[in-house]
């Protein structure tokens, strides 16, 4: 998480299912951000991972900067790994320092 308050970022977890399971499956893989529940779906829909024939949102993970800009969004399977977060980080620091 360094990285992360170093490039002045945050990342959060989003996923339509609900607080308790959310925290179940942080605790279950060991997640160290946010994992947020949008049980409505209203975010699932407004950033397009909502899938309406299934009914599913794909998992994502975002990387919000100081400006709440969203520098980075992983979908789908690899956003459980935050190595992609980790490299926007990497690339948000390079910047900030020229």
């Keep these: ?3 992360f308050e170093a490039a002045e970022t945050q990342v959060f977890g989003i996923s339509m ?9 942080a605790e279950d893989i060991k997640v160290n951000f946010p994992l947020l529940s949008d049980w409505k779906r209203s975010a699932t829909k407004d ?3 909502y899938n309406e024939e299934s009914g599913y949102g794909a998992r994502a993970t975002f ?6 800009k969203i520098q980075h969004v992983e979908v789908g399977r690899t ?4 190595t ?3 490299q926007v980080c990497d690339l948000l620091l390079k910047k900030k320092k020229g």
């Design 63 to 68: 990387v919000v900067d100081k400006e709440g």
């Design 84 to 86: 992609g977060a980790y």
């Design 47 to 49: 950033y397009g991972l």
């Design 79 to 82: 956003a459980i790994d935050p």
């Design 1 to 3: 998480m360094a990285k």
């Design 17 to 25: 299912d609900s607080f308790a399971a959310n925290k179940r499956f």
